[in-house]
């Protein structure tokens, strides 16, 4: 882990590099001591950046370390809750329960940063009861929930859920791919790979009922949402205790299109 002092340095020499204050954290579970510690360090040495990290759920996200984080330039993070069901994250050995959840979130809000709420279907021995629960807690938790992104389950090679038996999955073996780190599967209970891809876009419909800046949020990348939120808009004016506006809806201008361009990507390279 790189201390904070070096992780300023870093800062340092990359905002004047390439002329940018913004910065998001390559680390997916940073724990809140060592936001903590980064915070001080930022606020001592008053460098001015705005920054996005992933982090886990935990207790220490407390609203005094959230302000702190405030103040030294976080603007979002962005969590891996994975399931409204207690059940599942037992399931899964996440460490974490829905209710402190809830809490944590909250105080992430208050405090003017944006959190973005990682969840996913099909966890092996999800059922559709676990499943609506995920949904529930979307819906009931929207005065404390940002913006949502969800996916399906996926089989990696290396996880524990690929080791061991009690998961219960069948690994649908091809000779074609005998290098691949994620497999195809079937399990022996729950939920199957076309449920939860169906209880995905029931998430993804009421998402865009729920969240006005859901269809934003699919199209821009979410490190571009870093910049969207440096605004008086959602976090006061400088120096000021955040003044959050509950109903406050990223846009983007009239007039800009998006289109997907299909290319050569080598020849891009090249220059032809």
Known sequence: VRSPD???EDLWYLMDRYNTRYFSGADEAIPPKYFERLSNCIIESGINVRWLAHARAEKGFTEHL???MYRSGCRMLLFGIESGSQKILDLMDKG????KTRKILKACRDAGIWNHVFLFFG???EREEDAEKTLQFVGENKSVINSVGCTTFLLGKYSR????RRFNVTICENEEEDMAIWY??????GLTREDASRMRENLQKKLHDLYPNQSVLELICREHLLQLLDCSDFTGKSGEKPS???NFVPYISRGIGFKKVHH???SFIEGK
């Not at 859920?161 to 061991?164: F, G, I, N, Q, S």
């Not at 195809?184 to 209970?189: A, N, Q, R, S, W």
């Open 6 to 8: 070096k992780v300023v």
């Open 66 to 68: 959230c302000r702190k």
């Open 96 to 99: 974490s329960h829905v209710n």
């Open 123 to 125: 966890f092996p021995g």
């Open 161 to 164: 859920v690929c080791r061991e």
């Open 184 to 189: 195809d599967y079937t399990v022996g209970e």
């Open 244 to 246: 959050i506006d509950r």
């Open 264 to 266: 050569d990507f080598i």
